[in-house]
């Protein structure tokens, strides 16, 4: 009864190619977000999804874009991956927009 | 200056003793305020909202001071579960709903 979850736990790729991270959650909340979580543990929000509509889209390049099928699903596709976009990515979500709940992360390192 | 700042540590506290540590914002309008817990690579979990009335959960008291624009979180009594980092949060309730994460406090419980 897993409330937040991220799929893959683990990614390890090479530089340029294009990757995708996927989050559900059962919690029946109406928004989404993913953050980035750099080496130095800063968490910083990158997205944010009320709805399956956009409402925070961060100062991220465009090489990140992600994608909400519905309320209870939020993707993150990655084209060509740079060294510095290895971090670790958290999905959550929110019933008000406040309290997060957050899913286990994906270990993303681009070699 | 950043938004939310926190002093990184380590604090290095023995068993049973009192901690405190505190957060600083820098955007007045910031309306809500919480501390979350995050276990070495695990994900954040919220530890407590912050009341403007100051508000306690166990050994746990969370404090806002607006007029000099920073939140505190005293624990009381520290076991060895209590080591983490904690992170303080703040949002904005405008048209972004932007939500702020501090970079953490680590906090490592002596036996």
């Known amino acids: 009864d897993t409330a937040v979850s991220q799929t893959p736990k683990y990614l390890v790729t090479q530089m340029g190619n294009d990757k995708s991270i996927k989050c559900e959650q059962n919690?029946?909340?109406?928004?989404m977000y993913w953050y980035k979580q750099d080496s130095k543990k800063f968490l910083k929000i990158m997205f944010s999804?009320?709805?399956?509509?956009?409402?925070i889209n961060e100062t991220v390049p465009n090489r990140f874009s992600p994608k909400s099928p519905d309320k209870a699903h939020l993707n993150l596709h990655i084209n060509s991956l740079e060294l510095g976009d290895s971090a670790v990515y958290f999905c959550?979500?929110?019933?008000?927009?406040?309290?997060?709940?957050f899913g286990p992360g994906t270990r993303l390192t681009v070699l | 200056r950043k938004e939310v700042e926190q002093d990184p540590g380590p604090f290095n506290v023995p068993e049973g003793a009192t901690v405190a540590f505190n957060c600083t914002y820098s955007?007045?309008?910031?309306?809500?305020f919480f501390w979350y817990r995050q276990d070495c690579r695990k994900e954040p979990k919220l530890l407590m909202s912050?009341?403007?009335s100051g508000n306690e959960d166990g050994r746990f008291t969370a404090q806002l001071n607006r007029a000099s624009q920073y939140i505190s979180l005293l624990i009381r009594d520290s076991k060895l579960s209590d080591s983490a980092t904690y992170l303080c949060?703040?949002?904005?309730?405008?048209?972004?709903?932007?939500?702020?994460f501090g970079k953490g406090t680590r906090l490592h419980i002596l036996p």
């Open positions: 959550a979500s929110s019933p008000g927009g406040l309290e997060q709940f």
């Open positions: 919690l029946g909340h109406d928004t």
């Open positions: 999804y009320n709805n399956k509509e956009l409402i």
């Open positions: 955007n007045s309008a910031s309306q809500s």
């Open positions: 912050v009341y403007s």
């Open positions: 949060v703040v949002s904005r309730k405008n048209r972004d709903d932007k939500i702020i």
